[in-house]
């Protein structure tokens, strides 16, 4: 477990320093790659929270910059659902397509799509989205295109939840201060430099051997950060333990207020 994060600024610098570069010819270029690194060795738990308010109109809203995953999208209090495609007969003002709707998604045969059956839904979504004390919305759904989502009313405001990637000051994205992600990332620079027509001053560091280096350095990278810590142990024996029934639990289960009952052959 890493609780803590540097700028991936550092580690251009690293390169810079090895390199003795004396342009900024690179520069950008290295922003990108880093970036690229990071998603190749799929560094998701260091996403960060956050949450915006946007503003739909035409049905149509942009989405934040640097949204990596969506947690949750609400709409004047409640949970909207996301919709299955261009025509949801759910929101129809029309009672002929509102009387012939059949559920594609619940094992209710017989739900009218206004009394849905909401949990068989989300089941066999396999999302487990419905909070206690919030409604799922049952009269609008957005569905999400890339870079905008397409919303069912036409205007308004969505609250969206989602995680990013988390940057500096200067933009730079923050990375797990870790040596071996450091490494990692260094390693997967240097190896596009090479790409890029960056002669190294060692002849051996082409893009082959800079991309094992960057393989052996994320798998033990990786390994870091997926080992839990002891809090998250503690918490996974606490549920764990929770689920066990207390002793004498599975003899006494059909004791009391039963009636024995006989096959008739």
């Not at 990108?32 to 109109?57: A, F, I, T, Y």
């Not at 089941?123 to 609008?140: A, I």
């Not at 350095?217 to 918490?235: F, M, N, P």
Request: glycine share 6%; aromatic share 14%.
């Amino acid at each position: 477990m890493v609780y803590n994060y540097c700028s991936s600024e550092e580690i251009i610098a690293d390169v810079l320093s090895i390199t003795r570069m004396t342009d900024a010819t690179f520069a950008d270029d290295m922003l990108e790659w880093l970036k690229s690194g990071l998603n190749m060795m799929r560094v998701r738990n260091m996403l960060q929270p956050d949450n915006k308010v946007l503003e739909v109109h035409d049905n149509i809203t942009k989405l934040p910059c640097g949204l990596v995953n969506i947690d949750g999208v609400f709409y004047n209090g409640e949970r909207l659902r996301i919709g299955t495609g261009v025509i949801d007969t759910r929101v129809s003002p029309f009672s002929k397509l509102t009387g012939d709707y059949q559920s594609y998604f619940t094992s209710d045969t017989t739900s009218d799509g206004w009394t849905d059956n909401e949990q068989n839904y989300l089941l066999l979504r396999g999302d487990d989205l419905k909070l206690n004390t919030v409604r799922l919305c049952e009269n609008h759904y957005y569905i999400p295109y890339p870079n905008h989502f397409q919303l069912s009313f036409r205007e308004g405001c969505i609250q969206i939840f989602y995680r990013k990637m988390p940057v500096d000051k200067n933009g730079y994205p923050l990375v797990p201060d870790e040596e071996n992600i450091r490494f990692a990332l260094f390693w997967w620079i240097m190896g596009h430099l090479a790409l890029a027509g960056y002669r190294h001053n060692d002849p051996k560091m082409d893009w082959d051997y800079c991309e094992a280096k960057f393989k052996a350095y994320a798998k033990e990278g990786k390994g870091v950060l997926k080992y839990w810590s002891t809090d998250k142990k503690e918490a996974i024996k606490n549920l764990t333990c929770n689920l066990i029934p207390p002793h004498g639990y599975y003899e006494r289960f059909f004791i009391g207020g039963e009636q024995p009952k006989f096959i008739n052959k």
